[in-house]
């Protein structure tokens, strides 16, 4: 299953403008939001959950919120996904790759599942 969502980068930027830290708590955990050093990254966060949700059918909501998709980096600062052990149980997923890109005010991330 692939998923793929686009997100503006000043959409992001206003949210934490306005709300401060809340504004990342909303949709991200303590060890993500510690690798936010900039909007871009930050949207691009928002972006991959966005379509992992997608990747598995559901969009963000009950059977899969925010807080169940987990962004994370390699040593080389590669993005990495994984998910809640409900998620994973939910919908058999075996294997997840993602991948994060920003350019001219928009971040884009795609999410392909193997179940």
Same mark, same amino acid.
Request: net charge positive; proline share 2%; aromatic share 8%.
């Given at each position: 299953? #692939? ?8 959409? %992001? ?14 949709? $991200? ?6 690798? #936010? ?5 930050? +949207? ?10 997608? +990747? $598995?059918?559901?969009? #963000? ?6 807080? @169940?998709? #987990? %962004? ?8 990495? %996904? ?12 075996? @294997?997840?790759? $993602? ?13 392909? $599942?193997?179940?």
């Amino acid at each position: 299953m #692939i998923g793929i969502d686009i997100t503006s980068i000043n959409r %992001i930027k206003k949210l934490y403008e306005k709300f401060g830290r809340k504004a990342y708590e909303r949709f $991200l955990n303590e060890d993500e939001i510690a690798l #936010i050093k900039r909007p871009e990254t930050a +949207a691009g966060f928002w972006a991959a959950k966005e379509a992992a949700s997608k +990747a $598995l059918g559901t969009g #963000i909501g009950g059977d899969c919120s925010f807080h @169940d998709i #987990i %962004i994370s980096k390699t040593a080389k600062n590669a993005p990495l %996904i994984t998910f809640s052990s409900k998620v994973i149980e939910k919908f058999s997923i075996k @294997d997840a790759s $993602l991948s994060i890109a920003h350019d001219n005010g928009f971040a884009i991330a795609v999410v392909a $599942l193997e179940k």
